[in-house]
């Protein structure tokens, strides 16, 4: 055989002792084919591509220990090799624990891309399996990696969940924000993570034809930044943007807080905040009072309290269609410090000098 004369011809090399494997097993001398993956395991003991490869030889064996052993040594030298490993190694053993156990070291560079796979091919129950080991590794990871699994988990409408394992994801980010109010419902209340576009955080489109949205570092009620909406003057535009979703308590009386300030805000009809719930009875919606014109930081209040059926709801920086003529909408307004608490709670601490 050409392939054992290649062998010979160079010992050491690994890709050769692999292609002569491979040629072994395609024949049927699957003896032969684990001799040789063994020879290029101790030419090339450190070689991700080995590993992986004998691993995956082992598996069509159906000698799962061994290859799983294989796998596992092929992730700790390739993190990225980990979600493959993992779905391989799942065809052949149904038990998700096991093996995440038997095959993938604990590190977020291997629990990541796998929570990303199954996040997206909402396998969730999984997915949570693999969130529970990532977070109690407390190591510090990007927030926008978590995010998927708080989408999927909302789009199936298993909001509660998604509310309760939150607070972890905001436990475990890269340069978390500072604390919000106790028991506010809204997460990064000053904008202070930059962080937007997905989960339980700040969502908003960046730029539209009458809208642009940004953090801005230059202007805020406290803190680094605040978010700042430009009107462009272009329309008599009837806005919803810079929403944050929330899972409120049913029944539970609320109180909606947050500082605005505005320039040059033109028309009538000026920003305020609004707040959308969804329940068994469909939408409903109350909003704040608007501030227009050019305003210092003000603060806006709105006491509400959640309906008895209640599931997600959102804060959103909202601009009504004004019916006046001449209506067209432009200059700028800023938001910061927004708090949803317990009425209760928010208005003693609102109460204090």
Same mark, same amino acid.
């Given at each position: 055989?050409?392939?054992?004369?290649?062998?010979?011809?160079?010992?050491?090399?690994?890709?050769?002792?692999?292609?002569?494997?491979?040629a072994?097993e395609?024949?049927?001398?699957?003896?032969?084919? %684990?001799v040789?993956?063994?020879?290029? $395991?101790?030419?090339? @003991?450190?070689?991700?591509? !080995?590993r992986?490869?004998?691993?995956?030889?082992?598996? &069509?064996?159906?000698?799962?220990?061994?290859?799983?052993?294989?796998l596992?040594?092929?992730?700790?030298? +390739?993190?990225?090799?980990?979600?493959?490993?993992?779905?391989?190694?799942?065809?052949?053993?149904?038990?998700?624990?096991?093996?995440?156990?038997?095959?993938?070291?604990?590190?977020?560079?291997?629990?990541?891309?796998?929570?990303?796979?199954?996040?997206?091919?909402? +396998?969730?129950?999984?997915?949570?399996? !693999?969130w529970?080991?990532?977070v109690?590794?407390?190591? =510090?990871?990007?927030?926008?990696?978590a995010?998927?699994?708080?989408?999927?988990?909302?789009?199936?409408?298993?909001?509660?969940?998604?509310?309760?394992?939150? @607070? $972890?994801?905001?436990?475990?980010?890269?340069?978390?924000?500072?604390?919000? *109010?106790?028991?506010?419902?809204?997460?990064?209340?000053?904008?202070?993570?930059g962080?937007?576009?997905g989960?339980?955080?700040?969502?908003?489109? &960046?730029?539209?034809?009458?809208?642009?949205?940004?953090? +801005?570092?230059?202007e =805020?009620?406290s803190?680094?930044?605040?978010?700042?909406?430009?009107?462009?003057?272009?329309?008599?535009?009837?806005?919803?943007?810079g929403?944050?979703p929330?899972?409120?308590? *049913?029944?539970?009386?609320?109180?909606?807080?947050?500082?605005v300030?505005?320039?040059?805000?033109?028309s009538?009809?000026?920003?305020?905040l609004?707040?959308?719930a969804?329940?068994?009875?469909?939408?409903?919606?109350?909003?704040?009072? $608007?501030?227009? %014109?050019?305003?210092?930081?003000t603060?806006? =209040?709105?006491?509400?309290?959640?309906?008895?059926?209640? %599931?997600? %709801?959102?804060?959103?920086?909202?601009?009504n269609?004004?019916? =006046? /003529?001449?209506?067209? !909408?432009q200059?700028?307004?800023w938001?910061?410090?927004?708090?949803?608490e @317990?009425?209760?709670?928010?208005e $003693?601490?609102?109460?204090? /000098?």
């Amino acid at each position: 055989m050409a392939l054992a004369r290649a062998v010979d011809l160079d010992p050491y090399s690994a890709e050769a002792r692999l292609d002569l494997a491979a040629a072994y097993e395609s024949q049927g001398q699957t003896e032969k084919a %684990g001799v040789s993956f063994a020879a290029a $395991e101790r030419v090339y @003991p450190l070689s991700a591509e !080995v590993r992986w490869s004998h691993g995956n030889f082992l598996l &069509r064996q159906g000698k799962n220990q061994q290859a799983f052993a294989e796998l596992r040594r092929a992730v700790e030298l +390739d993190p990225q090799r980990a979600a493959e490993a993992f779905s391989r190694a799942l065809a052949a053993e149904p038990d998700a624990n096991t093996v995440l156990d038997k095959v993938i070291p604990p590190s977020p560079a291997t629990y990541l891309p796998i929570l990303r796979i199954l996040s997206d091919s909402l +396998d969730l129950d999984t997915a949570r399996l !693999v969130w529970a080991r990532l977070v109690a590794l407390r190591q =510090k990871v990007p927030l926008g990696a978590a995010v998927p699994l708080f989408n999927r988990l909302l789009e199936a409408r298993r909001v509660q969940e998604a509310a309760e394992l939150w @607070p $972890e994801a905001a436990a475990i980010m890269a340069n978390p924000p500072p604390p919000d *109010p106790p028991g506010s419902l809204i997460w990064d209340g000053g904008f202070e993570s930059g962080f937007a576009g997905g989960g339980f955080s700040w969502q908003f489109s &960046r730029a539209s034809r009458d809208v642009q949205i940004s953090f +801005d570092r230059s202007e =805020k009620h406290s803190g680094d930044q605040s978010l700042r909406i430009l009107f462009y003057g272009r329309e008599n535009v009837d806005f919803t943007d810079g929403c944050h979703p929330f899972v409120p308590e *049913p029944g539970q009386r609320y109180l909606l807080s947050a500082w605005v300030k505005t320039q040059s805000l033109t028309s009538s009809e000026g920003l305020r905040l609004e707040i959308l719930a969804y329940s068994g009875a469909g939408e409903t919606r109350v909003q704040t009072a $608007e501030i227009h %014109g050019t305003e210092p930081w003000t603060e806006l =209040k709105l006491r509400w309290m959640a309906p008895q059926d209640s %599931g997600l %709801g959102r804060v959103c920086a909202r601009r009504n269609m004004s019916d =006046k /003529p001449g209506s067209d !909408v432009q200059g700028a307004a800023w938001i910061d410090d927004v708090a949803l608490e @317990p009425s209760r709670a928010a208005e $003693e601490v609102h109460a204090k /000098p």
